[in-house]
Each structure stands twice: as structure tokens, then as C-alpha cells.
């Protein structure tokens, strides 16, 4: 990074490893140079196989006449422009996806006439029967001797021309595992089923014209001056896939005055510019991290956190450059895509919140279903692990059902672990009162906030006036305990919350009001004079996976942390926490700002921003600790957690640099509550700070209010 908004390398890139990531929020590519061509490596957020994996949408080359790249090449992406140009003595091109269209554009000058070929890569021209251990296909893994009841084969992909200058390629979904997913987990008697990946096309369309189909590819008609060529990539739901022919050959303007202007308003809207060179990982990591979310955060779907739509490793499994591989495959995690979108709300991105909540509102109905079907009441539960039409992951589900009940999850990980919908109604109740945006809340978030604690209320039972919360785990780590603390936290959270906001919901807060008074308090334990948040009241089997759940009372559920009465209660059940591994989804750097634990925080940021893979150039391309490479997780978790460094506030006060340490200079304009706020701070001196609009609150600096 050679300024806080640019990234440049210089030299051969020669891998898919070392390319670089452009994308407007829905389309993404991957781009690297080799000695004799440019690499694409296209993507799509909603590009689902009918087994549910997000595949490429393509992979194309681009060869040139008489020019051979070397060492003496210059990559440089503009993050606040979102363009990516490389060039060399003998060629400019620029790349670019634009921000209002679903559109490519790569513009080619070079210092003399050349020819240029397109060529599409199609690795999957022919059927692929996945092996059963494929882990890109997790939520159908199985022994190698087990029936399932699916076949596990995808489709080929189909090469076509809608005229003599345009060459694309296609996916298209006859059938998907939907339907075979309900019988198997025993739905299939829902009434209002809804299949969004049978008879479903995807794929691209590159036009240019100066240029004319050659093989699979395009081909220059003669010597070109200048270059255009455009790749437009959409997906259409329908039998017709002339209809998806028809629609993509029809390319929308595009105007990149407009775009850039897009990619600029983002990076003036929030930022954070660290005056100190052995802080550079800090901001070169926030810009890179926030600059890959939005460039995959505008889509139907949510940011994948294995990977996002940037994956960039071929496949173990198979022989050809198979680029469709993902680590766990294509469901969603809820405890691992939930970092994505609260590094979303603390930069301010609202717009990009939504994909994630909609995944969750629009399964509301089939999941109320399921509930009733499952358990006998009224509410909605979602699976931890789940696909887009919000069934379990059938491996997850089991396949060894006999002997267990419809709603009896054979996976001990996922089977009572219910509480990621309190964290995603609490999300949305941060959402409404940092964007102020009332039609969305009201009209999509408060039916699925009601349906999940209805939930709580009519699942446990109720014993001398205190709900008994059993059976449960304490996320993946305690999975069979009693009274686990991050329901007890969510459910307060969100009560408390609720009631604070006095939202004009009779209902709502009647139910809220009744489960404040039956929860159970947070389960404490004492040592050595000293208070300790416990992960459960009760346990009874041992530990199965590497997770602080007590820590969930600070983050993300606030009961713990500056300008609450018991902090001291919340930094001892820190500094005495069991797991403090670092890097990927693991939140202690999240929890230390919280707590305005400054140099805990600093060293747990700094591991989380050096943790790029060393086979990668670009700085965000992390992990793939956990989970897969880029790993998501990584950088959202350190973007999370340096905007706690600098800002944190409540409905009463607001604190200035509360996790920083006073010598370090720093400029930053981040979200508050119904509010921007930008700070100028030179190191041991009183920050300057600005509002956009007129504030009420209490500035709190140094442990002192400001005027």
C-alpha cells in the first residue's frame, strides 16, 4: 500500500493466489498477470449450483499480439475509485465493475496497434459427480458406503453467441437439492414452498466490438488502437434460458464518472488514517477489509465467510483448474457471517445489512412452520448452519436418523444451539438506531424480532417463575448444559433494548416486559474475591470447541463493557478467559476495546491485520485460519474492533478514543447512534471533533466530559 487508498504491486502476479480483487457489490473478479496473458476469474453472489455451492460464473484470458509481461509491470487498485489498472512500457488497462450495472469493463490502450484474443476457460464442460468427501460440498458429505437419496452431480456449463462479436458461458439448474431437503428433514408438507435454485441461470456475456467469436473466445479483426471490451453477468430464475439470453444481451450504459464517484463517497463517508508508521498495518487493513466488503456486499445474498466471492484456490479434488472449491461449502453460518455485518454497521454501511437480515425475514414463514411442525409452538428457529432457503445442512441434520425423532439433530454442534437469532434481532436493533431508517425496521425486522422471542418464551419451561433454559448449549464449546449465558444475554439485550427505544409495538413490549421477568439472571461464579461471568449455570458433558461464550455479554450483546455499572465484572472474566487463540472468527480484540483495554485490543488487531496468506499480495487475503482463504471473519473482527478503539457510545454518552493509546495521533470519521462523527486528534492533545448533526449527548475523553 503505498497511500491509504491504493493498493500497487509491481511484477508478475503469475497465480490465482497472487490476484487482485475488484467487484460493485454483486460481481467480483479476481485478476492476475502471467508472462503471456490476464486472468479473470468472474463471480457472483448468487451464483448457487443446484447443489447449493456458489460457483464462478467464469474464467477468462486475455492474450495480446508481440506483448509479453515481466517484472517491469505496475498493478495499482484505487480503492476509492474502484478501478484496477496495470500497465507496463507497451500497454495500459484499465478493469473496473461498474457500480450501477452488472457490467465489466476492461479498457485496453496500448502504445501501438495491437491484436487481442478472449478466451473462455470452461472447466466445467462436462457433468461433475462430486466426490462424497468434498468439503466445497459440506452440506452433502458423507462415508463413501452411505446412500444418501441424491445424486451429487452438477450440471456442465454451456458456451454460446447471441451474435458475431459476443461470446459468454452459462450454468443452468433443471433440478436442486431443495425438495429432497424437506422430505429429508421431514418438511415436505410445507405449503408454500418456494425452490430459488431449480430452473435457475447464471453466467456472463463479453461483447466488443472490434472483435469476432474464435473457438471459445473472441479474437481482434484487425490491429486495435483501443480496446473495449465489456462483460455483462446476470441470473434469472425460469425454465427459458433463451429469456436469460435475451436479457443479457442487452447492455446497459455505463459511465464511470458515476462510478467513481460512487467508490468516493464511500471512502469520504468513514475512514480512519493513523498518524504513526508502525500503525500502517492498521490502516492499510481497514480500508482493504472494508473495500473487499463492499465490493461483495450489495448482492441477494449475504458475504460468504469462507471466502466471500473471492476464492482463489483450485480444487484438491479434481485434475482440471477446478475454481469453484470452498471450505464448508455453500450454507451459511450464522456465528461466522454475523462478523461480516456488524464490521457493516461500525463503518456506517447500512445499505449492505439488509442482504444478511433478508435471508433471515424472507424464511420467516416456512421457519414459524417448522417450529410448530418440530416443537408444538408458536415462534421461529433457524438453524446455525443454513442454506439459503433456511433448511439445516442435511449432513448436519444426519443421516443416520433411525431411532431419532423429526426434530432430533444428529449433529451435537448445531442440535440446541438456538441463540444466533437473538444476536440477529439485536443487530437489527442496533441497525434502526444507528440508520434511523423506520419503514425497513418496522415493516421487515419487528415481525422476525417478535417471532424469534416468542420463540424463548414458548420453548423452556418455567420453573418457580424463572424460565429454565434446557436443554441448550453454550454455542459449539458446551453442548449440553443449562441456562447457557449467551441466551440469558440476548435475551436481556433485547428486551432491554426494545423497551429503552419505546417502539410503538403493544405486543412487543408486553412479551418484552414478561421476559425480563422470567430470565434468568447471568450466571456468576467468585474466586478469590473476584466476580467471573460463567459460560452456562449447569453443565454436563465436556469441551468441544475453542469459544469464550461468556464473553457474549460483552460482545456483541453490550450488558459488559465502558459506561456500564459492572465493567470490572466484565475485564476480570476476560483477563481470566480460557481460550485466547487469535486470528479468524475468535473476538477478543472486539471484547478488549470494549472493555478499554487498549493494549490487549492493539496486540489481538495487529495479529488479525499481519495475517495475510503468505502465498497472497493483497493485504485482506487472510486465513484461511478457520475456515477458507479470504477468510472474512479475519478482517472484520480487526475492523470491528479498531472502530471500539476509537469510538464507542450509548444513548447517553459518547466516548472518544476509549481503547487508544494517547500518543498516537489519529483521524477518523466513523458512525454513532443517528449520527457521523469525525475526529481529529494530535497525540497528547484535545481532539477536534465534528458532528453531522446537532448532538445531546455527552462527550466522554480521557474519563472527562467535553463541553
Not at 508472462?35 to 456458489?54: M, N, P, V, W, Y
Not at 442482504?355 to 438453524?383: E, M, Q, V, W
Amino acid at each position: 500500500m503505498n497511500s491509504k487508498n491504493s493498493f500497487d504491486y509491481h511484477g508478475l502476479t503469475n497465480c490465482s493466489m497472487k490476484s487482485v480483487p475488484i467487484g460493485n457489490g454483486d460481481l467480483g473478479a479476481n485478476v492476475w498477470v502471467m508472462q503471456g496473458s490476464i486472468c479473470l476469474l468472474l463471480s457472483k453472489t448468487d451464483a448457487f449450483s443446484e447443489l447449493h455451492r456458489l460457483l464462478k460464473t467464469g474464467y477468462i484470458k486475455l492474450e495480446f499480439s508481440n506483448i509479453v509481461f515481466d517484472d517491469e509491470l505496475d498493478i495499482s487498485l484505487s480503492l476509492d475509485n474502484g478501478i484496477l489498472s496495470i500497465s507496463n512500457s507497451e500497454i495500459n488497462l484499465k478493469v473496473w465493475v461498474d457500480a450501477f450495472s452488472p457490467v465489466y469493463n476492461i479498457d485496453i490502450l496500448p502504445k501501438k496497434p495491437i491484436d487481442c484474443s478472449l478466451k473462455i476457460i470452461n472447466y466445467r464442460s462436462l457433468p461433475l459427480t462430486l466426490e462424497c468427501n468434498d468439503r466445497s460440498n459440506y452440506q452433502l458429505n458423507h462415508k463413501e458406503d452411505e446412500d444418501i437419496g441424491i445424486d451429487c452431480t452438477e450440471s456442465a456449463d454451456a458456451i454460446f453467441s447471441v451474435s458475431e462479436n459476443t461470446i459468454g458461458q452459462y450454468h443452468h439448474n433443471e433440478k436442486s437439492l431443495y425438495d429432497f431437503s424437506l422430505e429429508h428433514q421431514g418438511l415436505f408438507d410445507y405449503p408454500n414452498k418456494c425452490d430459488a435454485l431449480s430452473d435457475y441461470t447464471f453466467g456472463f456475456l463479453a461483447k466488443s466490438d472490434c472483435m469476432t467469436v474464435c473457438d471459445n473466445g473472441l479474437k481482434t479483426k484487425s490491429p486495435q488502437n483501443s480496446i473495449n471490451i465489456k462483460i455483462q453477468s446476470i441470473s434469472l430464475k425460469g425454465k427459458n434460458i433463451d429469456l436469460w439470453k435475451e436479457q443479457i444481451s442487452n447492455f446497459p450504459s455505463c459511465n464511470l464518472d458515476n462510478h467513481k464517484k460512487y467508490w468516493n463517497e464511500k471512502f469520504k463517508q468513514t475512514y480512519i488514517d493513523i498518524d504513526n508508521s508502525s500503525f500502517d498495518k492498521f490502516s492499510e487493513g481497514f480500508a482493504c477489509q472494508r473495500y473487499l466488503n463492499i465490493c461483495s456486499g450489495r448482492g441477494k445474498y449475504p458475504i460468504k465467510f469462507n471466502g466471500s466471492i473471492f476464492t482463489c484456490q483450485a480444487s484438491p479434488h479434481y485434475e482440471n483448474e477446478n475454481f469453484d472449491y470452498r471450505n464448508w461449502g455453500g450454507y451459511y453460518w450464522c456465528q461466522n457471517t454475523r462478523l461480516i455485518y456488524w464490521s457493516f454497521l461500525y463503518s456506517g454501511d447500512f445499505e449492505m445489512m439488509k442482504p444478511f437480515f433478508d435471508l433471515y425475514i424472507s424464511n420467516l414463514d416456512f421457519c414459524k412452520f417448522r417450529t410448530k411442525k418440530y416443537f408444538g409452538h408458536n415462534g421461529a428457529f433457524y438453524p446455525e448452519t443454513m442454506s439459503i432457503f433456511a433448511t439445516y445442512a442435511d449432513v448436519n441434520y444426519g443421516w443416520k436418523r433411525k431411532g431419532l425423532a423429526t426434530n432430533e439433530i444428529e449433529n451435537t454442534y448445531v442440535r440446541w444451539h438456538f441463540n444466533g437469532t437473538l444476536e440477529i434481532a439485536f443487530m437489527m436493533l442496533k441497525y434502526y438506531t444507528y440508520s434511523n431508517d423506520i419503514n425497513y425496521f418496522n415493516e421487515s425486522c419487528l415481525p422476525f424480532i417478535f417471532e424469534t422471542l416468542t420463540f424463548f418464551k414458548e420453548h423452556f419451561k418455567v420453573q418457580n417463575n424463572k424460565m429454565l433454559i434446557e436443554p441448550t448449549s453454550s454455542l459449539e464449546t458446551w453442548q449440553n448444559c443449562v441456562n447457557d449465558t449467551p441466551t440469558i444475554a440476548g435475551i436481556m439485550a433485547v428486551c432491554q433494548l426494545i423497551l429503552e427505544l419505546d417502539l410503538d409495538d403493544k405486543n412487543l413490549n408486553v412479551l418484552c416486559d414478561h421476559l425480563l421477568k422470567i430470565v434468568p439472571e447471568i450466571p456468576l461464579k467468585k474466586k478469590l474475591f473476584k466476580t467471573f461471568i460463567a459460560p452456562y449455570e449447569k453443565n454436563y458433558e465436556h469441551k468441544r470447541n475453542c469459544e469464550n461464550p461468556e464473553l457474549y455479554t460483552i460482545f456483541p450483546f453490550d450488558l459488559f463493557k465502558i459506561g456500564t455499572p459492572d465493567i470490572k465484572i466484565g475485564i476480570n472474566t476476560y483477563k481470566n478467559r480460557k481460550e485466547k487463540a487469535s486470528n479468524g472468527w475468535q473476538q477478543h480484540s472486539i471484547q478488549a476495546a470494549m472493555l478499554g483495554l487498549y493494549k490487549d485490543a492493539k496486540k489481538e488487531v495487529r495479529k488479525n491485520y499481519e495475517n495475510t496468506n503468505s502465498k497472497c499480495i493483497f493485504p485482506s487475503f487472510y486465513g484461511p485460519n478457520y475456515d477458507w482463504l479470504p477468510d472474512s471473519d479475519n478482517g472484520n473482527v480487526a475492523n470491528i474492533a479498531l472502530t471500539q478503539m476509537l469510538v464507542q457510545n450509548d444513548k447517553d454518552n459518547i466516548y472518544i478514543l476509549p481503547a487508544w493509546d494517547k500518543s498516537i495521533s489519529v483521524n477518523f470519521r466513523l458512525p454513532i447512534i443517528n449520527n457521523f462523527i469525525t475526529v481529529s486528534y494530535v497525540a497528547f492533545n484535545e481532539p477536534k471533533i465534528e458532528f453531522d448533526k446537532p448532538e445531546n449527548r455527552k462527550v466522554v475523553f480521557n474519563g472527562n466530559v467535553k463541553s
